[in-house]
């Protein structure tokens, strides 16, 4: 069973439907038939690499007087996934190249711990995850070869696996993220609860 997983590294209920997937997973007799690919999705392509205004003081902009109390709900989900939401830290930049790093890291059978290190890094810590000197950071403590990773930043390996993503998004309905995809069927948010998330992998699993 394939569950396609697109999300950006710039959306915290990214990290907590990670979390949540985790917990489904490891509620699996045998996860061995699960295949998980991350797929890209950026958020916000038109943004630089250059960090501007926060997360919080852009979720201000969009929500006005009731951004207080959504952004410390966003913080107090994460809080219940262990995980520490910093808002006020993070600040929106282009995800294109922390996308083309997570293929290189699909390729090496390191997704997931590439995706774990920008989701932590950008929502945490309040890193620029456009900084090319990060993302080389990152990916090598993801356990990719600094080389490789110098070659994929300093050029465009990966580049059209990225625009492939958003092309199959836009085929398959995907409208935000996280949205899982199940053996290509109907998208669904894959920021459920981890009891609702491992009824669907074992539903898909059964046929």
């Known amino acids: 069973m394939k569950v396609e997983i697109f999300a950006d590294v710039l959306c915290p209920w990214c990290y907590i439907g990670k979390r949540r997937m985790t917990a489904a997973l490891e509620g699996l007799a045998d996860r061995t038939g699960v295949e998980i690919v991350w797929r890209a999705y950026e958020l916000a392509p038109e943004e630089g690499r250059v960090p501007g205004p926060t997360a919080a003081e852009a979720m201000a902009g969009w929500w006005g007087h009731e951004a207080a109390d959504r952004v410390a709900r966003i913080r107090a989900l994460g809080a219940a996934e262990g995980l520490e939401l910093n808002l006020h830290l993070a600040r929106p930049v282009n995800t294109f190249d922390a996308h083309r790093l997570c293929r290189l890291a699909s390729d090496h059978g390191r997704a997931d711990e590439m995706m774990e290190r920008l989701l932590g890094a950008y929502h945490s810590e309040g890193l620029n995850v456009a900084d090319p000197q990060i993302l080389q950071r ?70």
């Not at 080389?147 to 465009?156: I, P, S």
């Open 138 to 207: 990152l990916s090598e403590e993801a356990g990719l070869d600094a080389a490789r990773v110098r070659t994929v930043l300093t050029g465009d390996d990966y580049a059209e696996q990225v625009r492939s993503d958003r092309r199959r998004a836009a085929e398959l309905g995907v409208r935000g993220v996280p949205s899982l995809v199940i053996d290509g069927s109907a998208p669904v948010s894959g920021v459920q609860p981890p009891t609702d998330l491992h009824r669907l992998l074992q539903r898909g699993l059964s046929g």
